[in-house]
Nanobody, 125 residues
């Protein structure tokens, strides 16, 4: 099982970035995928998640209306479109695989078993 996050970078406040998570080594459409982030000195926090079919998505209140999660089950990829970025969005962003099939994705890190290496997003003011 591998998850590879990419797409991070430096952007000005108000700008946009699109993160990608390329997955391999498992039945991709059977697993919910989540995005998490960790800012320096802070705990890892859940950002958004998407069900295996892509039919259900959930976002944290802090990013609702600005971030959109999606997936392509042919390419085995999950995306996080981030618009209206703020300096407080600066963090390392991780994608992760939910351990078992569930109809609805979860926000607790304990439900996730494999993690990508992370991609750094820096938003300047």
């Amino acid at each position: 099982v591998q998850l590879q996050a990419s797409g991070g970078g430096l952007v000005q406040a108000g700008g946009s970035l699109r993160l990608s998570c390329a997955a391999s080594g498992f039945a991709f459409n059977w697993h919910n995928i989540g995005w998490f982030r960790q800012a320096p000195g802070k705990e890892r926090e859940w950002v958004s998640c998407i069900s295996g079919s892509g039919g259900t998505t959930v976002e944290a209140d802090s990013v609702k209306g600005r971030f959109t999660i999606s997936r392509d089950n042919v390419k085995n990829e999950v995306y996080l479109q981030m618009n209206g970025l703020k300096p407080e969005d600066t963090a390392v962003y991780y994608c992760a695989r939910e351990r078992r099939f569930r109809p609805f994705c979860q926000s607790d890190t304990g439900f996730y078993d494999y993690w990508g290496q992370g991609t750094l997003v820096t938003v300047s003011s």
